[in-house]
T-cell receptor
Framework: DTAVSQTPKYLVTQMGNDKSIKCEQNLGHDTMYWYKQDSKKFLKIMFSYNNKELIINETVPNRFSPKSPDKAHLNLHINSLELGDSAVYFC????????????FGEGSRLTVL | AQSVTQLGSHVSVSEGALVLLRCNYSSSVPPYLFWYVQYPNQGLQLLLKYTSAATLVKGINGFEAEFKKSETSFHLTKPSAHMSDAAEYFCAVSDGTSGSRLTFGEGTQLTVNP
């Protein structure tokens, strides 16, 4: 009965590969996010979708492509992985009435070798 | 634009001592303020939030925070630290609307010494 679930939890891959991370929430929320946490624990927003529509698109390399097939799912595909992409990627969700409070998944730790 | 600054990237206290983690915010609209905790290898968990109601907010695990508009602060306190409180703490700000971004501070690592 996990509220926000991400897969995979760990991902180790070589430079130049393409990989995807999936996120699903069963909270009935209408807004989902991807955040990146770097090695210094700093959290930076990458993307946000509201009812499948992209509403926040930060300055992120276009090798990163989010997709939201429905409001309960948000995936992140990364092409041509680079060493600097190594980080923990967090999915989060919220909805109207939560005052901006986000509910986070447990994170997906990506290591690029 | 909104931002938060957490003063002190590392705070160390003794078990049983007062915990004080500092957060100052900047916002052009009335802010919604949050404290999240992150335990090792886990996601972020909400400790407490301020959403324009009472200025003293009580959260989980004995933590509380006070919103002070005149000082643009939202410091987190706990009267008596426990070993299990050792974690990374993040202050965050949003404008409270669905679809808005939650902007985080750089985090404060709390160490609790026996």
């Amino acid at each position: 009965d996990t509220a926000v679930s991400q897969t995979p939890k760990y991902l180790v891959t070589q430079m130049g590969n393409d990989k995807s991370i999936k996120c699903e929430q069963n909270l009935g929320h209408d807004t989902m996010y991807w955040y990146k946490q770097d090695s210094k624990k700093f959290l930076k927003i990458m993307f946000s979708y509201n009812n499948k529509e992209l509403i926040i698109n930060e300055t992120v390399p276009n090798r990163f492509s989010p997709k939201s097939p429905d409001k309960a799912h948000l995936n992140l595909h990364i092409n041509s992985l680079e060493l600097g992409d190594s980080a923990v990627y967090f999915c989060a969700s919220t909805t109207t009435g939560k005052g901006g409070e986000l509910f986070f998944g447990e994170g997906s730790r990506l290591t690029v070798l | 634009a909104q931002s938060v600054t957490q003063l002190g990237s590392h705070v160390s206290v003794s078990e049983g001592a007062l915990v004080l983690l500092r957060c100052n915010y900047s916002s052009s609209v009335p802010p919604y303020l949050f404290w999240y905790v992150q335990y090792p290898n886990q996601g972020l968990q909400l400790l407490l939030k301020y959403t324009s109601a009472a200025t003293l907010v009580k959260g989980i695990n004995g933590f509380e925070a006070e919103f002070k508009k005149s000082e643009t602060s939202f410091h987190l306190t706990k009267p008596s630290a426990h070993m299990s409180d050792a974690a990374e703490y993040f202050c965050a700000v949003s404008d409270g609307t669905s679809g808005s971004r939650l902007t985080f501070g750089e985090g404060t690592q709390l160490t609790v010494n026996p």
